[in-house]
């Protein structure tokens, strides 16, 4: 039976994920601040906030494991969108602590824990490399996980590891996300425009779309950062943003 761990499982892209992979006959351990209501999954409580708490709770939870074929580090938070300048650096600390060192910590589990694991999936973000006015904190935590995907990939061999923006989705975040101001951050209201559209898909609609794509991004070279459109349509993508280095607006 195939394993994987899935972080954030109480709602959006990580419950859609952990619900498919289940019903596609996995075994799925998950973690969240609260539950996920997912028969068959096996999870536990965790705030990633709170870094010294991670460890022994993977102690728990994976008591025994000894191969993972997926881990999905989906875990994280929007912050306020609001510009750089009036972020308080205590606000962006709190987005690196769950988006970036949260993560951090269960990778230094799993290096250490003796696990077999073939594929590391980082949700990243195409904000990490658009760099539009208002998204302060979470871009930064975004293009640090793209980084922290790279670095570890150097040490994680038989692994192969991706930083991966699924593009946008009409999850909770999104509706927060939607109720920012439009006039001043522009990208908050083409993310409007997108919503009820095939350019944002539900959060069961883009978790099939990710576990579509799971083995041709074991393609691309391990450390990656990858836009799950320019998989899915690489020329519309290409003819549409120029490069993969330029993706689409994206939340996620």
Request: aromatic share 4%; hydrophobic share 45%.
């Amino acid at each position: 039976m195939k394993q994987a761990l899935i972080t954030g499982t109480s709602s959006g892209l990580g419950q859609a994920l952990a619900a498919q992979l289940l019903t596609s006959g996995w075994r799925v351990f998950g973690c969240s601040r609260r539950s996920a209501g997912l028969d068959g999954l096996q999870e536990r409580a965790a705030d990633l906030a709170r870094l010294g708490s991670i460890a022994p709770m993977l102690d728990d939870l994976l008591d025994g494991v000894d191969r993972l074929e997926l881990v999905v580090l989906n875990a994280g938070i929007l912050g306020e969108i609001r510009d750089m300048s009036d972020t308080p650096l205590d606000a962006a600390r709190q987005v690196m602590d769950i988006n970036v060192w949260a993560n951090k910590v269960i990778m230094d589990w799993l290096h250490g824990a003796g696990i077999t694991i073939r594929q590391i999936v980082m949700i990243s973000s195409g904000a990490s490399v658009l760099g539009n006015r208002g998204w302060s904190g979470y871009a930064l935590s975004k293009a640090t996980l793209n980084m922290l995907a790279r670095l570890y990939s150097h040490e994680f061999a038989t692994t192969h590891i991706s930083a991966l923006a699924p593009g946008i989705i009409d999850t909770a975040m999104m509706h927060t996300l939607c109720e920012a101001d439009g006039a001043m951050f522009p990208a908050v209201e083409r993310l409007r425009q997108a919503r009820g559209t095939q350019a944002m898909p539900d959060a069961a609609g883009a978790a099939q779309r990710v576990i579509e794509v799971l083995s041709l991004l074991r393609e691309r070279p391990s450390g990656s950062f990858v836009d799950l459109r320019e998989i899915l349509d690489p020329a519309g993508y290409a003819a549409l943003y120029g490069s993969a280095a330029s993706p689409p607006l994206s939340t996620r």
